[in-house]
């Protein structure tokens, strides 16, 4: 498995919030590597890939602040990036920012600028490589986002777990995915932030490994393996490397 990443998702000059703070990238890019992956890294996305999931208005106003459009750009094109390896039988995890899964296609709140798992998959849609995907969010927020930007594609499926404890949590994913009958690839908005020290208070780290086997076993039996995952929420700084590597090696 490969992790997508750019030197330049570390810049935090682009915006002030939780997903930008300085140290955050650095801190999982750290524990990646030290644990052995191949880094590759993406280009932007072009306007017409934003324009398969957000309005001409919504882009624009994104445009407004020119260094937070180019990182929203370039975090779309790592996501892009690790869905087209993904389709390529090339797993994939893009540890990207800004996150993108409270975007919707004519608003956005909550860090988010574009949705990069929509875009991501939109693209491989438009290229004529999908007709059906499945979409994990674990993060600790509901990726309404995503839902709104997939929302005129019924062949794509999202499913957001909202339990009151982690056992329930895990199997409810069980239950979700033992039923998905199809999908010709499987994303994951993987959201560190629903961590029992971070602000979902919920999960532990070996969840996260168990998150990461679950989508595993889910790729290969509905589509040749075909995986990737994008990095969304996670604020916990001392934990996140080291919950980020647990789900890897699930995932990979
Ligand atoms: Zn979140």
Known sequence: MKVVFHEDFKRSDYTSD????????????????????????PEPVSFEDLLLAHSQEHIAGIQ??????????LSAGGAAL??????????AFACIRPPGHHASRDSTWDYCAFC??????????????????????????????TIDVLSGWPEAKVF???????KEYISSIEDCVS?????????????FDSYEKDLGKKLKTMDFYLIGKLVKKLAKRLCRKRRFAV???GYYLPDLGKNVVAFCQGFE
């Not at 997903?19 to 590759?40: C, F, N, P």
């Not at 407004?64 to 750009?73: I, P």
């Open 82 to 91: 690790a869905a087209k390896m993904a389709f390529n039988m090339d797993p």
């Open 64 to 73: 407004k602040n020119t260094k937070l459009f180019e990182m929203a750009c």
């Open 231 to 233: 990095l969304e929420g």
């Open 160 to 166: 957001n777990p909202m339990t009151e404890n982690s």
């Open 18 to 41: 939780g997903a930008s703070v300085q140290g955050r990238m650095e801190s999982i890019m750290t524990a990646l590597k030290t644990d052995g992956y191949i880094v590759v890294s």
């Open 116 to 145: 990069n798992m929509g875009i991501a998959l939109l693209k491989l849609k438009a290229d004529g490589l999908i007709e059906s995907a499945f979409v994990l969010d674990f993060d600790a927020h509901m990726g309404d986002g």
């Open 179 to 191: 039923n998905i009958e199809h999908a010709d690839i499987v994303g994951v908005s993987a959201g």
